[in-house]
Each structure stands twice: as structure tokens, then as C-alpha cells.
């Protein structure tokens, strides 16, 4: 009973391992993207020539850190690569 219960918590903690958003840093985003900090913050800004709405947006986890949500960036990337032209 005792190995049913530990397999019971085993799913469950897989389970909100799946429900729970992985947050990635900026240093993660410029790898993932191939985009430097500075164009990245460009398309976020309105006032930027290099502005994207489509980018994602950073999420305030704190007083001085931000971080993306990797599937946001993973959609954004599959996005741009269905656009081209073959």
C-alpha cells in the first residue's frame, strides 16, 4: 500500500510539473531566439522601430527580475518559421 501511495505522489508532482509555466531568463531568450538583449527589449517597445506585438512579453517576477514564458517563446519562434517562404 505504502509503494501505491509513493506512486500516487510521484503523478501527482509530474502532473503540476506539466500545469506549472516554465520561466526563462533573458540570457535564455537571446539563445533560444538568436536575438540580442537590446533587440529584444527594441520589440517590445511601442516607440521602437523594431517593435513586435507579436513578441511575448516579459513577466514580472520580482523588484528586479523579469522572466518569459518558454512556451510563448517556442510559439513566437514556431510562428515565424510557418511564415517563410519556401
Not at 523579469?66 to 510557418?82: P, R
Request: cysteine-free; glycine content about 2%.
Amino acid at each position: 500500500m505504502e509503494n501505491l501511495n509513493i506512486n500516487n505522489q510521484n503523478n501527482a508532482a509530474n502532473l503540476s510539473a506539466l500545469l506549472i509555466p516554465r520561466m526563462v531568463p533573458l540570457k535564455d531568450v537571446v539563445y533560444f531566439t538568436a536575438l540580442s538583449s537590446t533587440t529584444i527589449y527594441d520589440m517590445l517597445d511601442k516607440r521602437s522601430s523594431r517593435y513586435d506585438p507579436t513578441f511575448p512579453r516579459q513577466v514580472k517576477l520580482s523588484k528586479g527580475r523579469v522572466a518569459w514564458v518558454e512556451s510563448e517563446i517556442t510559439q513566437w519562434l514556431e510562428s515565424k518559421m510557418a511564415d517563410r517562404v519556401h
